[in-house]
């Protein structure tokens, strides 16, 4: 602005006249002179006055004039009166409201000829420059607002001027007001009668009027006015923003603008959010950003009706005009995100503070659409790296479950199109979130693409549609699957616009290298839902067949599997069941597409007989294909026609007394249950046709000869079982014969001979073995479901003949190395014959090691259990690391944990049979089995095969594991091999189904409690009585341990902190806590996890083994997780891990458990006591300064007695995790201030006696325990301790040295004599050269170096710098022996040693520490 803000002269003051009245008693003379006085000086000084209503015309430059009349005034003899006179001229002029407005209006250039040589453009009114004149200033401007009422309720005039506004305007910008103080206030009270338009008008002048010195005042009147009167907002607010206000003014207005934000109009809240965000200093961003993100309730600016035209014209279907409120809101919620975004473009601390803000809010339903929206924003402008930080706080929001759904969905269906201008930000959001190596942010990011594909035009949708393309042809896991799960979700629901995307989604055919069975299947479920669905994309039809032909043609195996997938699916899309509509003829499907599924049929049956592995297959994929699709019944037909023919002409034979032919093995009948059926036995033809194939091996087929495989024995039988299901809606009865049919087999007893068999006949036993339990698999997996009691009763008998024929299995592959089984599954790589490495003959003893347990035999010896082999590992020294131990772990026999792939899928609806009860050994040996079973039950082999079956399952869905990346050049490995039909299942629907079998786990939770609980009475207190069956005590031990596991994955499942899983959670912690008070009432979700945390600490007395008592520790933490306060749960988890602790665990053998497992396991437990104990270090001090001292005192295999788990061969687990946690303590301990009071300095100094206390203690066990792996721990937490002492504790002993002296010495006393032993360490690594050990030694030695000089300074701060002094220290091994070949380089190493002297006492010596230390003997 262009203002004089002082001049060099004095003004002469001048008095105001009072009021002119309309009724004037002055006579005419006076006022016509007066009136001359006023024309003559306007005439003299260049201004001629018109009064025809034309422009007054000047013939000189407005400068010229003002100084002519302010000339002519002060040399006039009547002086100062003649003003008063030139005034009321000018009053009696400006009394015709015409000459008034022309007086208003600019003047014009005279036209006259002797005045032509002057011109000008423009030239301002004759108002305007007569304010220019200081004399007449204050009178002028008084006349003219005395002027504005008369005006003021008229509005404009024709030509649109408006008068009150047009006097304003004379007032703005000029080179000096005279009295602004008074201008000020005489406007102020203008604005307090004017109507509200007039209001406006003067306000908004304001900063153009008036001069810097009024800003501050005129803003509090302002600010004042503010709170009276909101429809002035807009302008006050304008008015502000233009004003030079103190900081003070800035914030006291914008507190009031805050506190009147929830009551503005929509129209005036862009206006008021600008403001505020532009009035933010850097020190009060984050409060004021906070608060407006609070009360900026974007979520009430959006009307129903208008919703529904702003999505109408976003899809430009919209047929009428839309609600005439939609575009001012949706022009207001643009214009203040556009306010938003301009902030944080240009203000770093905005951006920032709305991070923070967003970032602070802890709950789900605080967050709100405003939030989603910023961090679309800061994505786009990315002003001062605000992009980073808006994927951070994404991902952190999503990750914690604060970012749900439905917030997202709400945003997208109120605020589309404001939304769109940040599209590019959204689909980069989105892909982030879709390739996150973390499962629990992707299916967000799923959401942000639906939402973007429906809210959104045709180019957004062609973009998600290629962002999700680019997604599946990554080759990357979860990326893939997810992508592949939105693009058909987007096809079912919105088919006529994916039909315009197909030939996008065709291009991925050119990466099905990269893809597995299951996202192969989706992806044909796709194409042929765009090619052949509803929706008929006639233009990929032909390129679909063109692929499948080819395929199927292939002779490469992947190939082929990829072509009997995707016929599969397409014939499931053809032959889709469709209602009535014109292109069915009543309903059935039209004559050419059912020839063309006859003969796209024909065409797979005919490629997969080439090979019994692609033949499989097909079997398999037609039957999922029943399951899973809801097929036309003439496809069903087609179908299922010939299938129990074929399967009894291929497979079934009738039963004769004497099996004829010579095969590798003596053929015989078994496993026969219909003994009593008086009708024609029939069998399975296995071992005959096991036998046929093995001899014909390698020769060509004959045209005339069908050639029958074993290998579709399974796949065959799965197929006609589902088309019997679906046929007959659930009877079996057709097939009914097959549940108890025998199968011709081989006599077992060959497997005790097996070592004297020859290879070929080892491996012909394998493969028959392998084949019989797969078809007892799919026998359970079809008769599981049936109600009758006998069917049942058979069901059960072939569970026990699974589990007793896996023995035998184990027996036959221990002695049959590199042997490859029969492939069992056939949509993976497996089905190529690929072979695990775990399977081959090098690796056989490293088969147990790989965390899967072992399925449970009946009759094997006892050695053969894992709890038993880890007792070979007794011998173990404990100096031989854990990593070394596991490489040395031999173990016997073969587990069938690496043969999981050569086994056929058991159906989720088989664990439906745990909710039999259970029956154990002893039982059954004390009725001698001789009474017939009434009751079906299950026995403990049968319940740990379900129960690692089912663990198995609720690992593989529920478990969100983070993904990882492949290794460069290693081979990929497809962990979904064996859970096809799960995968056909939602994590939902899994989470769903265990829930409901949550009773009968609990059931058999209370029967393994109660087993072990009757053998402790029975054997007075110990579990390995002489009584004790050691094959039923390990079984029951492996089914305890299963079931806590199970338990604990279900209910730590991440699906449950959804909203709309919350009743799930709710019901399966009620079967929890039911069982501990029944028919109780509906309790809150709070009390359901204290009973159910009750009811679970009842087992703790029973635990048979460490690994089951740690599942057990770890459900509980789950548990109490999930609502409640967990503070309140810790001592209680803290108390049983302890108890765990200090109970001595025995095998049912009577041995001590031992071994890496054990190790491991210890491990785990003790650092979960540590991190639940109140006091960490007191409990470190405790273990450390009892347990260990106790240790050093017994006989080598004893243990510490008050610490049973802790023994020579568990030292280093403890010492480890004990070094480890007080490292992490220590580094918790909050750091010293100057400002801290003596009481805090005392209780900080406390915390670090006891830190360092319990360092010198565990420093000093080396001395004892000198094996290199306790070594390299010392070493390790050492150096970390001692870093963590030089950045937290020095501070704190600088302010703490004089009021603490004697506490400080003491510290240092103590802590030098850890830091001596660790630089004897250092000495012995390096004596030793041990490179393990010298890796630390460097970055060891630096630090303690660090520390002499760091006390140094310490005590040069305190004024005791005189007592330090240096000395020579000489190197020593751990046993403090001096090393001899080092001592001609004594004189480099440097001792340094602090003496802080109290100056009224002697001296008192307190040993420094460095990194070379001595005492004085030295």
Same mark, same amino acid.
């Given at each position: 602005?262009?203002?004089?803000?002082?001049?060099?002269?004095?003004?002469?003051?001048?008095?105001?006249?009072?009021?002119?009245?309309?009724?004037?008693? =002055?006579?005419?003379?006076?006022?016509?002179?007066?009136?001359?006085?006023?024309?003559?000086?306007?005439?003299?000084?260049?201004?001629?006055?018109?009064?025809?209503?034309?422009?007054?015309?000047?013939?000189?430059?407005?400068?010229?004039?003002?100084?002519?009349?302010?000339?002519?005034?002060?040399?006039?003899?009547?002086?100062?009166?003649?003003?008063?006179? @030139?005034?009321?001229?000018?009053?009696?002029?400006?009394?015709?409201?015409?000459?008034?407005?022309?007086?208003?209006?600019?003047?014009?250039?005279?036209?006259?000829?002797?005045?032509?040589?002057?011109?000008?453009?423009?030239?301002?009114?004759?108002?305007?420059?007569?304010?220019?004149?200081?004399?007449? /200033?204050?009178?002028? $401007?008084?006349?003219?607002?005395?002027?504005?009422?008369?005006?003021?309720?008229?509005?404009?005039?024709?030509?649109?001027?408006?008068?009150?506004?047009? $006097?304003?305007?004379?007032?703005?910008?000029?080179?000096?007001?005279?009295?602004?103080?008074?201008?000020?206030?005489?406007?102020?009270?203008?604005?307090?009668?004017?109507?509200?338009?007039?209001?406006?008008?003067? $306000?908004?002048?304001?900063?153009?009027?008036?001069?810097?010195?009024?800003?501050?005042? =005129?803003?509090?009147?302002?600010?004042?006015?503010?709170?009276?009167?909101?429809?002035?907002?807009?302008?006050?607010?304008?008015?502000?923003?233009?004003?030079?206000?103190?900081?003070?003014? !800035?914030?006291? +207005?914008?507190?009031?603008?805050?506190?009147?934000?929830?009551?503005?109009?929509?129209?005036?809240?862009?206006?008021?959010?600008?403001?505020?965000?532009?009035?933010?200093?850097?020190?009060?961003?984050?409060?004021?950003?906070?608060?407006?993100?609070?009360?900026?309730?974007?979520?009430?600016?959006?009307?129903?009706?208008?919703?529904?035209?702003?999505?109408?014209?976003?899809?430009?279907?919209?047929?009428?005009?839309?609600?005439?409120?939609?575009?001012?809101?949706?022009?207001?919620?643009?214009?203040?995100?556009?306010?938003?975004?301009?902030?944080?473009?240009?203000?770093?601390?905005?951006?920032?503070?709305?991070?923070?803000?967003?970032?602070?809010?802890?709950?789900?339903?605080?967050?709100?659409?405003?939030?989603?929206?910023?961090?679309?924003?800061?994505?786009?402008?990315?002003?001062?790296?605000?992009?980073?930080?808006?994927?951070?706080?994404?991902?952190?929001?999503?990750?914690?479950?604060?970012?749900?759904?439905?917030?997202?969905?709400?945003?997208?269906?109120?605020?589309?199109?404001?939304?769109?201008?940040?599209?590019?930000?959204?689909?980069?959001?989105?892909?982030?979130?879709?390739?996150?190596?973390?499962?629990?942010?992707?299916?967000?990011?799923?959401?942000?693409?639906?939402?973007?594909?429906?809210? @959104?035009?045709?180019?957004?949708?062609?973009?998600?549609?290629?962002?999700?393309?680019?997604?599946?042809?990554?080759?990357?896991?979860?990326?893939?699957?997810?992508?592949?799960?939105?693009?058909?979700?987007?096809?079912?629901?919105?088919?006529?616009?994916?039909?315009?995307?197909?030939?996008?989604?065709?291009?991925?055919?050119?990466?099905?290298?990269?893809?597995?069975?299951?996202?192969?299947?989706?992806?044909?479920?796709?194409?042929?839902?765009?090619?052949?669905?509803?929706?008929?994309?006639?233009?990929?039809?032909?390129?679909?067949? =063109?692929?499948? %032909?080819?395929?199927?043609?292939?002779?490469?195996?992947?190939?082929?599997? =990829?072509?009997?997938?995707?016929?599969?699916?397409?014939?499931?899309?053809?032959?889709?069941?469709?209602?009535?509509?014109?292109?069915? /003829?009543?309903?059935?499907?039209?004559?050419?597409?059912?020839?063309?599924?006859?003969?796209?049929?024909?065409?797979?049956?005919?490629?997969?007989?080439?090979?019994?592995?692609?033949a499989a297959l097909y079997f398999d994929e037609l039957a999922n294909?029943?399951?899973?699709?809801?097929?036309?019944?003439?496809?069903?037909?087609?179908?299922?026609?010939?299938?129990?023919?074929?399967?009894?002409?291929?497979?079934?034979?009738?039963?004769?007394?004497? !099996?004829?032919?010579?095969?590798?093995?003596?053929?015989?009948?078994?496993?026969?249950?219909?003994?009593?059926?008086?009708?024609?036995?029939?069998?399975?033809?296995?071992?005959?046709?096991?036998?046929?194939?093995?001899?014909?091996?390698?020769?060509?087929?004959?045209?005339?000869?069908?050639?029958?495989?074993?290998?579709?024995?399974?796949?065959?039988?799965?197929?006609?079982?589902?088309?019997? #299901?679906?046929?007959?809606?659930?009877?079996?009865? *057709?097939?009914?014969?097959?549940?108890?049919?025998?199968?011709?087999?081989?006599?077992?007893?060959?497997?005790?001979k097996a070592e004297s068999l020859s290879k070929s006949e080892k491996?012909?036993?394998?493969?028959?073995?392998?084949?019989?339990?797969?078809?007892?698999?799919?026998?359970?997996?079809?008769?599981?479901?049936?109600?009758?009691?006998?069917?049942?009763?058979?069901?059960?008998?072939?569970?026990?003949?699974?589990?007793?024929?896996?023995?035998?299995?184990?027996?036959?592959?221990?002695?049959?190395?590199?042997?490859?089984?029969?492939?069992?599954?056939?949509?993976?790589?497996?089905?190529?014959?690929?072979?695990?490495?775990?399977?081959?003959?090098?690796?056989?003893?490293?088969?147990?090691?790989?965390?899967?347990?072992?399925?449970?035999?009946?009759?094997?010896?006892?050695?053969?259990?894992?709890?038993?082999?880890?007792?070979?590992?007794?011998?173990?020294?404990?100096?031989?690391?854990?990593?070394?131990?596991?490489?040395?772990?031999?173990?016997?026999?073969?587990?069938?944990?690496?043969?999981?792939?050569?086994?056929?899928?058991?159906?989720?609806? +088989?664990?439906?049979?745990?909710?039999?009860?259970?029956?154990?050994?002893?039982?059954?040996?004390?009725?001698?089995?001789?009474?017939?079973?009434?009751?079906?039950?299950?026995?403990?082999? #049968?319940?740990?095969?379900?129960?690692?079956?089912?663990?198995?399952?609720?690992?593989?869905?529920?478990?969100?594991?983070?993904?990882?990346?492949?290794?460069?050049?290693?081979?990929?490995?497809?962990?979904?091999?064996?859970?096809?039909?799960?995968?056909?299942?939602?994590?939902?629907?899994?989470?769903?189904?265990?829930?409901?079998?949550?009773?009968?786990?609990?059931?058999?939770?209370?029967?393994?409690?109660?087993?072990?609980?009757?053998?402790?009475? #029975?054997?007075?207190?110990?579990?390995?009585?002489?009584?004790?069956?050691?094959?039923?005590?390990?079984?029951?031990?492996?089914?305890?341990?299963?079931?806590l596991q199970i338990l604990n994955t279900i209910l730590n499942w991440?699906?449950?902190?959804?909203?709309?899983?919350?009743?799930?959670?709710?019901?399966?912690?009620?079967?929890?806590?039911?069982?501990?008070?029944?028919?109780?009432?509906?309790?809150?979700?709070?009390?359901?996890?204290?009973?159910?945390?009750?009811?679970?600490?009842?087992?703790?007395?029973?635990?048979?083994?460490?690994?089951?008592?740690?599942?057990?520790?770890?459900?509980?933490?789950?548990?109490?997780?999930?609502?409640?306060? &967990?503070?309140?749960?810790?001592?209680?988890?803290?108390?049983?891990?302890?108890?765990?602790?200090?109970?001595?665990?025995?095998?049912?053998?009577?041995?001590?458990?031992?071994?890496?497992?054990?190790?491991?396991?210890?491990?785990?437990?003790?650092?979960?006591?540590?991190?639940?104990?109140?006091?960490?270090?007191?409990?470190?001090?405790?273990?450390?300064?009892?347990?260990?001292?106790?240790?050093?005192?017994?006989?080598?295999?004893?243990?510490?007695?008050?610490?049973?788990?802790?023994?020579?061969?568990?030292?280093?687990?403890?010492?480890?995790?004990?070094?480890?946690?007080?490292?992490?303590?220590?580094?918790? $301990?909050?750091?010293?201030?100057?400002?801290?009071?003596?009481?805090?300095?005392?209780?900080?100094?406390?915390?670090?006696?006891?830190?360092?206390?319990?360092?010198?203690?565990?420093?000093?066990?080396?001395?004892?325990?000198?094996?290199?792996?306790?070594?390299?721990?010392?070493?390790?937490?050492? %150096?970390?301790?001692?870093?963590?002492?030089?950045?937290?504790?020095?501070?704190?002993?600088?302010?703490?040295?004089?009021?603490?002296?004697?506490?400080?010495?003491?510290?240092?006393?103590?802590?030098?004599?850890? &830091?001596?032993?660790?630089?004897?360490?250092?000495?012995?690594?390096?004596?030793?050269?041990?490179?393990?050990?010298?890796?630390?030694?460097?970055?060891?030695?630096?630090?303690?170096?660090?520390?002499?000089?760091?006390?140094?300074?310490?005590?040069?701060?305190?004024?005791?710098?005189?007592? @330090?002094?240096?000395?020579?220290?000489?190197?020593?091994?751990?046993?403090? *022996?001096?090393?001899?070949?080092?001592?001609?380089?004594?004189?480099?190493?440097?001792?340094?040693? #602090?003496?802080?002297?109290?100056?009224?006492?002697?001296?008192?010596?307190?040993?420094?520490?460095?990194?070379?230390?001595?005492?004085?003997?030295?």
């Amino acid at each position: 602005m262009r203002k004089r803000r002082s001049v060099d002269k004095k003004e002469t003051s001048i008095s105001a006249p009072s009021k002119a009245k309309k009724s004037r008693s =002055i006579a005419d003379p006076p006022e016509e002179t007066s009136q001359s006085v006023f024309a003559l000086f306007l005439q003299e000084a260049g201004v001629t006055l018109n009064y025809g209503g034309e422009s007054n015309e000047i013939a000189v430059d407005q400068v010229i004039f003002q100084k002519r009349i302010q000339k002519q005034l002060q040399k006039s003899p009547k002086f100062p009166d003649i003003v008063k006179e @030139f005034i009321s001229g000018l009053e009696a002029h400006i009394e015709d409201a015409e000459r008034f407005k022309i007086s208003l209006l600019p003047c014009v250039p005279q036209t006259k000829l002797d005045n032509s040589s002057y011109s000008s453009s423009f030239q301002e009114s004759l108002l305007r420059m007569l304010l220019g004149v200081e004399i007449l /200033q204050t009178l002028i $401007i008084n006349t003219l607002l005395e002027k504005v009422p008369e005006f003021m309720l008229e509005g404009t005039s024709d030509g649109g001027l408006s008068i009150p506004r047009m $006097i304003i305007n004379q007032l703005k910008w000029l080179d000096r007001v005279v009295d602004s103080k008074e201008l000020s206030s005489k406007l102020m009270e203008l604005v307090s009668v004017a109507p509200v338009e007039v209001q406006r008008d003067i $306000i908004t002048s304001l900063p153009e009027i008036l001069e810097d010195l009024q800003h501050n005042d =005129i803003a509090q009147e302002l600010n004042s006015l503010l709170k009276e009167n909101t429809q002035l907002t807009v302008p006050i607010l304008d008015a502000l923003s233009s004003l030079n206000l103190s900081s003070s003014i !800035i914030t006291e +207005v914008r507190t009031a603008v805050m506190a009147t934000l929830v009551a503005v109009q929509l129209e005036d809240l862009p206006v008021v959010v600008k403001f505020i965000l532009h009035s933010v200093s850097a020190s009060d961003a984050l409060e004021v950003v906070s608060s407006l993100r609070k009360k900026l309730e974007l979520e009430q600016c959006v009307l129903p009706s208008v919703l529904q035209d702003s999505q109408n014209r976003l899809k430009n279907k919209a047929t009428q005009a839309p609600n005439s409120k939609a575009p001012g809101n949706l022009d207001s919620i643009t214009l203040i995100l556009d306010g938003i975004k301009t902030a944080v473009r240009f203000q770093k601390t905005i951006s920032e503070a709305w991070l923070k803000a967003i970032e602070a809010v802890d709950e789900p339903e605080d967050h709100k659409v405003v939030d989603l929206l910023v961090l679309f924003i800061l994505h786009t402008t990315n002003a001062n790296q605000s992009r980073k930080g808006a994927e951070r706080v994404m991902k952190n929001k999503v990750r914690s479950g604060l970012f749900q759904e439905a917030l997202l969905q709400r945003t997208f269906k109120d605020h589309a199109q404001v939304m769109r201008v940040y599209f590019p930000s959204i689909l980069a959001l989105a892909q982030g979130l879709l390739r996150s190596l973390d499962p629990s942010v992707v299916p967000f990011g799923g959401h942000m693409y639906r939402h973007s594909f429906t809210a @959104f035009d045709s180019y957004c949708q062609q973009e998600v549609v290629g962002a999700l393309v680019t997604h599946v042809c990554s080759g990357l896991g979860g990326e893939v699957d997810m992508a592949l799960e939105l693009l058909c979700g987007l096809v079912t629901e919105n088919p006529k616009d994916m039909a315009l995307y197909a030939v996008f989604v065709k291009g991925i055919l050119d990466y099905m290298d990269n893809l597995n069975s299951q996202q192969i299947r989706k992806l044909f479920y796709l194409l042929s839902t765009l090619a052949f669905g509803q929706q008929q994309g006639s233009h990929i039809q032909d390129d679909m067949h =063109i692929v499948i %032909r080819k395929q199927l043609s292939s002779t490469v195996p992947k190939y082929k599997r =990829i072509g009997i997938i995707g016929a599969v699916m397409i014939i499931g899309s053809m032959g889709a069941y469709r209602s009535k509509g014109k292109e069915t /003829q009543n309903g059935s499907l039209p004559q050419e597409t059912k020839r063309q599924l006859t003969a796209l049929l024909e065409l797979v049956q005919s490629s997969s007989e080439s090979s019994p592995e692609a033949a499989a297959l097909y079997f398999d994929e037609l039957a999922n294909l029943i399951v899973t699709a809801n097929l036309d019944p003439h496809v069903q037909e087609m179908i299922g026609k010939s299938v129990l023919n074929d399967f009894q002409d291929d497979f079934v034979v009738d039963l004769s007394p004497n !099996i004829s032919g010579s095969f590798l093995l003596p053929a015989c009948s078994m496993y026969n249950l219909d003994e009593d059926d008086s009708q024609e036995q029939i069998a399975i033809n296995l071992l005959p046709l096991l036998a046929k194939e093995a001899q014909h091996k390698g020769e060509t087929k004959q045209q005339s000869e069908k050639k029958v495989s074993v290998l579709c024995l399974s796949p065959f039988f799965r197929l006609l079982r589902l088309c019997e #299901e679906k046929t007959h809606k659930g009877d079996l009865e *057709e097939i009914d014969a097959l549940l108890g049919c025998p199968l011709i087999v081989t006599d077992l007893n060959v497997i005790d001979k097996a070592e004297s068999l020859s290879k070929s006949e080892k491996e012909f036993l394998c493969t028959l073995l392998f084949h019989t339990i797969n078809w007892f698999r799919e026998v359970v997996n079809a008769f599981c479901k049936q109600k009758d009691p006998e069917m049942k009763m058979k069901v059960m008998t072939r569970l026990q003949n699974i589990t007793y024929l896996q023995t035998q299995l184990v027996k036959a592959l221990a002695v049959t190395p590199g042997y490859v089984p029969p492939v069992a599954n056939f949509d993976g790589e497996s089905a190529e014959g690929v072979v695990p490495n775990s399977v081959t003959a090098g690796n056989k003893g490293k088969k147990e090691s790989t965390g899967k347990k072992r399925k449970a035999p009946e009759k094997t010896p006892p050695q053969s259990s894992s709890q038993l082999n880890e007792s070979n590992d007794a011998e173990e020294s404990q100096q031989e690391p854990v990593e070394k131990q596991k490489e040395k772990e031999v173990k016997p026999g073969v587990g069938l944990g690496a043969y999981k792939a050569y086994f056929r899928e058991l159906d989720f609806e +088989v664990l439906s049979v745990l909710q039999c009860g259970l029956i154990s050994c002893s039982h059954l040996n004390s009725r001698m089995n001789t009474e017939v079973r009434e009751e079906v039950l299950l026995g403990p082999s #049968e319940l740990v095969f379900l129960l690692e079956d089912m663990h198995q399952k609720v690992e593989f869905s529920l478990h969100a594991a983070p993904a990882k990346r492949a290794p460069f050049l290693k081979g990929k490995v497809d962990k979904s091999v064996g859970f096809s039909h799960l995968q056909q299942k939602s994590p939902k629907d899994i989470a769903s189904c265990c829930v409901q079998l949550l009773p009968a786990l609990c059931s058999h939770l209370e029967n393994c409690h109660n087993y072990f609980q009757t053998l402790l009475s #029975e054997n007075n207190g110990v579990t390995d009585g002489p009584a004790t069956d050691q094959q039923e005590h390990h079984l029951m031990s492996q089914a305890y341990q299963l079931l806590l596991q199970i338990l604990n994955t279900i209910l730590n499942w991440s699906g449950f902190s959804q909203p709309s899983q919350r009743s799930s959670l709710k019901k399966a912690l009620e079967v929890l806590a039911g069982r501990l008070k029944e028919g109780e009432t509906e309790l809150s979700l709070e009390q359901l996890v204290k009973c159910s945390f009750e009811y679970l600490q009842n087992f703790r007395n029973t635990t048979p083994s460490l690994s089951t008592a740690l599942c057990l520790i770890q459900l509980l933490t789950t548990v109490s997780g999930k609502g409640g306060h &967990t503070a309140t749960y810790r001592k209680e988890k803290a108390s049983l891990a302890r108890r765990f602790l200090n109970q001595e665990w025995v095998t049912a053998a009577g041995e001590r458990e031992r071994g890496t497992k054990f190790n491991e396991t210890l491990h785990t437990l003790l650092s979960l006591y540590l991190e639940h104990v109140d006091d960490v270090l007191k409990a470190v001090e405790e273990i450390a300064g009892e347990g260990f001292s106790e240790l050093i005192n017994t006989a080598k295999d004893e243990s510490s007695a008050s610490w049973p788990t802790l023994h020579r061969q568990t030292f280093l687990v403890f010492y480890k995790v004990l070094m480890a946690v007080l490292e992490k303590s220590a580094r918790k $301990i909050p750091a010293a201030k100057m400002c801290d009071s003596t009481e805090v300095q005392s209780e900080k100094l406390l915390t670090w006696n006891l830190a360092v206390r319990d360092f010198h203690i565990l420093v000093n066990l080396v001395k004892v325990f000198d094996s290199r792996p306790v070594l390299n721990v010392c070493l390790k937490y050492g %150096r970390l301790f001692l870093e963590s002492f030089l950045k937290l504790c020095m501070p704190l002993l600088d302010y703490s040295f004089k009021k603490h002296k004697e506490d400080v010495q003491s510290l240092l006393k103590t802590f030098q004599l850890s &830091t001596r032993q660790l630089h004897h360490m250092c000495g012995h690594s390096k004596i030793h050269q041990d490179t393990n050990l010298t890796n630390h030694v460097p970055a060891l030695k630096k630090s303690l170096e660090l520390f002499v000089y760091r006390v140094k300074a310490m005590l040069t701060l305190n004024n005791c710098q005189e007592a @330090f002094w240096m000395g020579n220290l000489k190197n020593r091994n751990l046993k403090g *022996e001096e090393i001899l070949s080092q001592k001609s380089q004594e004189s480099d190493d440097e001792e340094e040693e #602090e003496q802080p002297k109290n100056q009224d006492q002697s001296d008192t010596e307190v040993q420094g520490s460095d990194k070379n230390m001595s005492d004085d003997s030295d």
